[in-house]
């Protein structure tokens, strides 16, 4: 982590999001945000938010910007209990200016609450006079969005399967440059989730498969960590895919089930496989939201952009290398 120690009530930080090898689904403590079992991502490098936070005693009221625009009553709520969270461990009570952006879409499945409340965290409890160190950010970070807790390391990462606040966190587990590898994010389109992920998660435990899969969990990471350590592309993509797929069947089955996918996720996934038979190395994997990751070695992307570039459908690409992790910057937006 790139940490910079200058003091102000206003800080600035940047940070990433990431894509889930391994898919966090479901909660055994809905308060603390601690999940039933531990996931793997990579930290991408080119899905970003960045986020400037002040506390000043003009403020009567904690004002929250997204996007150039005021947010959701629900969303700006889930941001003030943030902000109070950090108030509490610093000790102060002023309130805060908060803007923020992401140079990617919202609500689509690309993990934008992920790098947001990480970005959050850093930004506030910089501004607020905390110096935290990367495991406290990220026990933080969980406490906003589960996945926030692995968009503070860079690389390739694991949130820990810990049953307390204090042993529930993100660590790396290999550097962004250990393994050349890149996710093709496919945008198909900007029409938004019904339900959020930390919504959807409420229930995941009304489908009946739920505890097949957590018999397995801890297995599927231990595999998946070797996999990785390997640099074995084709067994780690035939995991995450699979993975992917499994982690869909449990929001499918769930009540109320939910059904994240457009026709044209699926219409990916289908050419996504029929690529692979004709010999292009390429797996995917989707979160909660139509827009999808493929998988590939960072050799195989120009292969896999050209194929993308001849689909109408595509609305956008976005390239992304294993990527490093949050930072603080200078350049604040207000
Ligand atoms: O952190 P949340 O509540 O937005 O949940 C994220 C859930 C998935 O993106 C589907 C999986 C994951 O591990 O990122």
């Avoid at 990617?104 to 790098?115: D, I």
């Avoid at 906003?144 to 606040?165: C, K």
Wanted: hydrophobic fraction near 40%.
């Amino acid at each position: 982590m790139n940490k910079q120690s200058f003091f102000s009530s206003k800080a600035t930080a940047i940070a990433p999001s990431n894509i889930a090898f391994t898919k966090y689904w479901g909660k055994k403590d809905e308060t603390l945000r601690l999940p039933l079992h531990g996931s793997i991502s990579m930290t991408l490098s080119n899905l970003l938010t960045t986020t400037t936070v002040e506390f000043l005693d003009k403020y009567i009221k904690d004002q929250v910007i997204i996007n150039g625009g005021s947010v959701e009553a629900g969303e700006a709520e889930r941001v003030m209990k943030h902000l109070d969270r950090i108030r509490k461990m610093a000790g102060i009570n002023l309130k805060a200016k908060m803007v923020s952006n992401n140079n990617f879409p919202s609500g689509t499945g690309l993990a934008s609450s992920a790098s947001g409340f990480a970005a959050l965290t850093l930004a506030a409890s910089t501004a607020a006079g905390l110096h935290l160190a990367e495991k406290e950010l990220s026990i933080l970070a969980r406490q906003g969005s589960g996945s926030a807790s692995r968009s503070i390391p860079g690389g390739f990462v694991e949130w820990l399967d810990g049953d307390t606040s204090d042993t529930s966190y993100a660590v790396q587990i290999f550097p962004p440059e250990y393994w050349k590898i890149t996710d093709v994010v496919v945008i198909v389109s900007s029409g938004k989730k019904e339900i959020s992920s930390s919504v959807g998660q409420q229930s995941a435990s009304s489908s009946p498969f739920l505890k097949v899969r957590l018999s397995r969990m801890k297995e599927k990471n231990k595999i998946l960590k070797g996999l990785i350590k390997n640099r074995d592309f084709k067994k780690f993509g035939e995991l995450i895919e699979a993975e992917a797929l499994e982690f869909h069947t449990i929001t499918l089955t769930q009540i109320p089930p939910l059904i994240y996918w457009l026709p044209t996720t699926v219409m990916l996934m289908k050419l996504v496989q029929k690529w692979r038979k004709n010999g292009l190395k390429v797996y995917f994997t989707v979160d909660t939201g139509q827009d999808i990751h493929l998988i590939c070695e960072q050799k195989n992307v120009g292969k896999v952009r050209a194929k993308l570039k001849k689909l109408e459908e595509v609305k956008n690409i976005i390239v992304n290398t294993p990527g490093e992790g949050i930072r603080l910057t200078k350049r604040h937006l207000f």
